[in-house]
T-cell receptor
Framework: NAGVMQNPRHLVRRRGQEARLRCSPM?????VYWYRQLPEEGLKFMVY????????ESGMPKERFSAEFPKEGPSILRIQQVVRGDSAAYFC????????????FGDGTRLSIL | QKEVEQDPGPLSVPEGAIVSLNCTYS??????FMWYRQYSRKGPELLMY????GNKEDGRFTAQVDKSSKYISLFIRDSQPSDSATYLC???????????FGKGNQVVVIP
């Protein structure tokens, strides 16, 4: 399967812990996007990255959230000191190089905070 | 005002009927319009991708964009039970890779 791979599929954390979500883009894709989906809400853009660069982080909360897409390895979305309100489905998408290419999504990581 | 509005009300139709879904958007800079299908506990799957105004057809699916009224539509002909899913509309502007999504419409096709 050459699709966008996210892991883990489910992640349970206690309040105050750190959550790390991983995303491997489709083969040949160099752009990665993270979106969050809250219950009864649509997908909300968080951040857009290219290899070793954050291009647009306008949707990222100012504190506790960070993202990276290193030269080697998957993209990581990190949430420090998680709170109950961070419980959501986090989706990663990828696209090939170029403006406004179609974005293809993974199956998400469902984060639950106890 | 949300950038993309989609009435999230569930829609039930009998098998074989035409499904009609609509969204409106507020950002005049949007030029790219997409429809995604999302099954329960899965990620959104790209169905249709269109640029600017006009129609695009792919099998049983037709996407329409009317930029003058900022209105986008998806039609599903000869609906099948396997079409039962949530349908999300999304829009993006040229040079801005951030997509704005509607809340989604849950569609149930009854055999």
């Amino acid at each position: 399967n050459a699709g966008v791979m996210q892991n883990p599929r489910h992640l349970v954390r206690r309040r105050g812990q750190e959550a790390r979500l991983r995303c491997s883009p489709m083969k040949g894709h160099s752009h990665v996007y993270w979106y969050r989906q809250l219950p009864e809400e649509g997908l909300k853009f968080m951040v857009y990255l290219q290899k070793e660069n954050i291009i647009d982080e306008s949707g990222m909360p100012k504190e506790r959230f960070s993202a990276e897409f290193p030269k080697e390895g998957p993209s990581i979305l990190r949430i420090q000191q998680v709170v109950r309100g961070d419980s959501a489905a986090y989706f990663c998408a990828s696209s090939p190089i170029g403006q406004n290419q179609p974005q293809h999504f993974g199956d998400g990581t469902r984060l639950s905070i106890l | 005002q949300k950038e993309v509005e989609q009435d999230p009300g569930p829609l039930s139709v009998p098998e074989g009927a035409i499904v009609s879904l609509n969204c409106t958007y507020s950002n005049s800079a949007f030029q790219y319009f997409m429809w995604y299908r999302q099954y329960s506990r899965k990620g959104p799957e790209l169905l249709m991708y269109t640029y600017s105004s006009g129609n695009k057809e792919d099998g049983r699916f037709t996407a329409q964009v009317d930029k003058s009224s900022k209105y986008i539509s998806l039609f599903i002909r000869d609906s099948q039970p396997s079409d039962s899913a949530t349908y999300l509309c999304a829009s993006g502007g040229y040079g801005n890779n951030r997509l704005a999504f509607g809340k989604g419409n849950q569609v149930v096709v009854i055999p």
